[in-house]
T-cell receptor, first 115, second 111 residues
Framework: AQSVAQPEDQVNVAEGNPLTVKCTYSVSGNPYLFWYVQYPNRGLQFLLKYITGDNLVKGSYGFEAEFNKSQTSFHLKKPSALVSDSALYFC?????????????FGTGTRLKVLA | DAGVTQSPTHLIKTRGQQVTLRCSPKSGHDTVSWYQQALGQGPQFIFQYYEEEERQRGNFPDRFSGHQFPNYSSELNVNALLLGDSALYLCATNQTGPEAFFGQGTRLTVV
């Protein structure tokens, strides 16, 4: 069975400091991994994905994520946080080997960037 | 190019009623998935439509049903509404790539 864990309900970081939002996953086949961001009363916006290839993937708005197969992690990072990055972040996984089309989402991590 | 659009944005229904939510996919996208996001939770997969047929279904009762039209737009129908059906309902569409693009959602409140 597929699952995603986001161990932190909330992450606080000062503006200008680097940020990390953690995600670990479990999938029996090849993981397709995604990060999405959700602003209040809005849908989810796609940030980045890992399908195959380079373990460090770059996405929108300066975000990047590192795929670590041995630790089954896919942490979201940004070198310098902005107040406007404050939002709810979701990690998602899809099993790329099983023929399933559904995404499994984590419970979300609220990021607060303090001015 | 319009993204994924959903209607209505908000609605309030009474227990036992039926509701229909609508989704128009991003241009060129032929696959539509529906998710339910309860307050404080991540989205949960309801089902996916491709070529006007339900291709995969999550763990939702038969009260939840859907349809996809030839123009790829889709509807989500929920019968016999329960208080627990109150949630944000998200439509997501794909083309050939694995990443899905989401609409802004429909906030359903059941009273």
């Amino acid at each position: 069975a597929q699952s995603v864990a986001q161990p932190e309900d909330q992450v606080n970081v000062a503006e200008g400091n680097p940020l990390t939002v953690k995600c670990t996953y479990s999938v029996s086949g090849n993981p397709y991994l995604f990060w999405y961001v959700q602003y209040p009363n809005r849908g989810l916006q796609f940030l980045l994905k890992y399908i195959t290839g380079d373990n460090l993937v770059k996405g929108s708005y300066g975000f990047e994520a590192e795929f670590n197969k041995s630790q089954t992690s896919f942490h979201l990072k940004k070198p310098s946080a902005l107040v406007s990055d404050s939002a709810l972040y979701f990690c998602a996984v899809r099993d790329g080997s099983s023929g399933t089309y559904k995404y499994i989402f984590g419970t979300g991590t609220r990021l607060k960037v303090l001015a | 190019d319009a993204g994924v659009t959903q209607s209505p944005t908000h609605l309030i229904k009474t227990r036992g009623q039926q509701v229909t939510l609508r989704c128009s996919p991003k241009s060129g996208h032929d696959t539509v998935s529906w998710y339910q996001q309860a307050l404080g939770q991540g989205p949960q997969f309801i089902f996916q439509y491709y070529e006007e047929e339900e291709r995969q279904r999550g763990n939702f009762p038969d009260r939840f049903s859907g349809h996809q039209f030839p123009n790829y737009s889709s509807e989500l129908n929920v019968n016999a509404l329960l208080l627990g059906d109150s949630a944000l309902y998200l439509c997501a569409t794909n083309q050939t790539g694995p990443e899905a693009f989401f609409g802004q959602g429909t906030r359903l409140t059941v009273v």
